[in-house]
């Protein structure tokens, strides 16, 4: 199955757009968690199974932070692995990864996250240039959500600023990865932060097809409205992530998991009027 | 003891400012290695082993890069950390990580390539803009190697392209990390790709303390002699790394280490004008 009917099933099944962000800090675990089992890697592992158990019915989408599991050395890569095979097969793993490196090496990380973990997504980022990419071309039921216009106040050193006549260097990203998707059967997605809507409307123009990956939502500031409002004209699917905001909504309470679940249930429903776009 | 410090004793122990890349592709391992171990995991281990001792006297630095380890999944974690247990401590030990996100991911791969791996510096990438450097800052043990220029025919796309009128994003990106060094006592360097030296003349001079980390030599085609005058006022320290042309230099072969050791030590006299700067 395409990249695209994928996410469009998985849409319909849980009829969301919100996609959740698994940030597992040990630092910041349930309480009640912590008192029901005892191994610290079992806890993480635990807390990823009830976040996406409690969430999956308004979720199209899983979106593990890589960082996070890294930041645990080996034992975090083998709960990734144990965590990538709970997010159930009619959703959307995105493995965000942030990685941008020359072919050989890109090569070995579309190995790790296609082929590996098997993600049906991963987040990279251009920098280093749209050649970055091809390693993981050719494979029309994986896409790559390209970082193009970002949520931090950082966004103004770089993917904010005027380039090559264009209003933003994002915006000429978006214009690059536009053309470079006539030669790749993988799709080329973007990731455009919530925060600052107006940067990113001349992005999202620029490459009108690309599903986008939205984060921002929460924690970070950005608003749903904001979303709505400027993905009105949008071609390509609208996939909005909340993270931090979602995951530890009941952290302090023993019924976490009502909690988490609640939290996401409340923003699927502020999504509807961009889920009723692709839902009949 | 901090960063400049340790690099500079460890180009006067070394007598070199090569640094080794640590790609280790289960499929290019030597054959006489293979016979000798059986468990694929623990040739790649072997196989790091032997690269870094026969290397060792001829190299200042040690570059694993991450997305060789984590293309073997769980056990590459593994291996990456008994890989990192084998630098010798008198030597540099790089991350090749090419990481770049927001504060509170940044936070968690600080954690994963300087706490847990206890990496003296990683590589990473600023598009995402200079505020996600800064939870690497506060050590002075520690080095940031930010890509400003990279060796990669993409990098044309953009970092080569005028930007904010200067003459490349990249110079562009060298001053702002030449500004954001007043108010870090991480040291903050770069990568700066040896394939277009023309390009990468104004990006550091626009940083001119900046130690460097220079890839490209080798297998992508740069030449040591053209480094030796691009750099020749640089005031920051110059490293540069050469990885499958060291590493795979004798696969064919049962005396590969010995091969491996010569390619080194090759390397190492051609550097020697780079390194008479730093060693009296």
């Known amino acids: 199955m395409n990249f695209t009917d994928k996410l469009k099933k998985a849409i319909e099944s849980s009829g969301s757009v919100l996609s959740v962000g698994l940030d597992p800090d040990p630092a910041r675990l349930p309480l009640s968690l912590k008192e029901q089992v005892s191994d610290p890697n079992g806890q993480v592992v635990e807390f990823c199974r009830r976040v996406i158990n409690a969430t999956k019915q308004h979720a199209c989408a899983f979106k593990p932070n890589m960082a996070f599991f890294e930041a645990m ?3 975090g890569w083998q709960i990734l692995e144990e965590v990538s095979d709970m997010i159930p097969s009619n959703r959307i793993f995105i493995a965000d990864a942030k990685r941008g490196d020359i ?3 890109a090569g070995k990380y579309r ?3 296609f082929d590996r973990l098997n993600a049906d997504a991963v987040t990279l980022n251009p920098l280093m240039g749209l050649d970055t990419l091809e390693p993981y071309f050719g494979d029309a039921s994986k896409a790559l959500f390209i970082l193009t216009m970002t ?3 950082g966004a103004a050193d770089f993917l904010q600023r005027r380039f090559e006549g264009r209003l933003s260097l994002g915006e000429y990203i978006a214009e690059l990865l ?3 998707q006539e030669r790749s059967e993988t799709h080329l997605g973007m990731v455009v932060g919530a925060t600052q809507p107006e940067a990113f409307e001349p992005v999202i123009k620029a490459h009108s097809k690309a599903h986008l990956l939205i984060p921002g939502i929460g924690t970070q500031g950005g608003t749903v409205e904001s979303v709505v409002k400027a993905t009105a004209d949008h071609k390509g699917m609208v996939v909005v992530n909340a993270s ?3 995951i530890y909504a009941g952290s302090g309470s023993p019924e976490w998991e009502q909690e988490v679940s609640l939290r996401a249930e409340q923003l699927k429903e502020k999504l509807k009027p ?5 839902v009949a």
């Open 73 to 75: 050395g080996d034992a």
């Open 274 to 278: 961009i889920t009723e776009r692709y």
């Open 178 to 180: 536009s053309k470079k």
């Open 103 to 105: 072919g050989n090496t």
């Open 151 to 153: 949520s931090n106040t």
């Open 244 to 246: 931090r905001s979602v």
């Open 111 to 113: 190995e790790a996250f």
